[in-house]
């Protein structure tokens, strides 16, 4: 079975400041795992994902994820924060045939 | 090329009334799969469809949920005699293949409000 932990359920960050979203995963073989974020009245949006190639994923609007195999981490981080990046932001895991277990989610809120 | 559409975006109802709910993936995606989002939370499995069969049916809620797909294209999910606590969006994702690395595609969602 996998699930995911998203460790914050809200993160207040400056613009310009730096961005960490945690998540830990638990699964019973290699997986594969995503990051989604979800804009209000917006659809759901892939960040990046890891599949077993490089451990460290680059993704689009500058985020990035280091999957961490012996701390169960597949935290989410950007060095620098836009107010646009304010959203909900989702940690995901996902089973052999494709099902995704989602996290609670992270509320993102950016102040100026 | 067009993303995953559903329809309707918004569905308000009564309660005991049954709701279709349709899902039309991307052209050539042989992989469906149907998530529910109650207010403040993740999304939840719901089903999932490899071309017009459903091997895994494991998430639907209770027997009042069904959901069927025509060959690898228009996907519906019905909910008969709706209750309150069905109220949620209702999100249909698509990919190429069934597999856990393949990218899923979301459509925009259902929001469904049972009175």
């Known amino acids: 079975a996998q699930s995911v932990t998203q460790l914050d359920s809200h993160v207040s960050v400056s613009e310009g400041t730096p961005v960490l979203l945690r998540c830990n995963y638990s699964?019973?073989?290699?997986?594969?795992l995503f990051w989604y974020v979800q804009h209000p009245n917006k659809g759901l949006q892939l960040l990046l994902k890891?599949?077993?190639?490089?451990?460290l994923v680059k993704g689009i609007n500058g985020f990035e994820a280091e999957f961490k195999k012996s701390e169960t981490s597949f935290h989410l981080t950007k060095p620098s924060a836009h107010m646009s990046d304010a959203a909900e932001y989702f940690c995901?895991?996902?089973?052999?045939?494709?099902?995704?277990?989602f996290g609670a989610g992270t509320q993102v809120v950016v102040t100026p | 090329g067009a993303g995953v559409s559903q329809s309707p975006s918004n569905k308000v109802t009564e309660k005991g009334k049954d709701v279709e709910l349709r899902c039309d993936p991307i052209?050539?995606?042989?992989?469906l799969y149907w998530y529910r989002q109650r207010l403040g939370q993740g999304l939840e499995f719901l089903i999932y469809?490899?071309?017009?069969?459903?091997?895994?049916k494991s998430g639907l809620p209770s027997d009042r949920f069904s959901a069927e797909r025509t060959g690898e294209s228009v996907s519906t999910l019905t909910i008969q005699r709706t209750q309150q606590e069905d109220s949620a969006v209702y999100l249909c994702?698509?990919?190429?293949?069934?597999?856990?690395?393949?990218?899923?595609?979301f459509g925009p969602g259902t929001r469904l409000l049972v009175l």
């Open positions: 994702a698509s990919s190429f293949r069934p597999e856990g690395g393949e990218t899923q595609y």
């Open positions: 699964s019973s073989y290699s997986p594969s």
């Open positions: 890891y599949t077993s190639a490089a451990t």
């Open positions: 995901v895991v996902s089973a052999r045939w494709g099902k995704l277990q």
């Open positions: 052209s050539g995606h042989t992989a």
């Open positions: 469809f490899q071309g017009n069969s459903a091997p895994d």
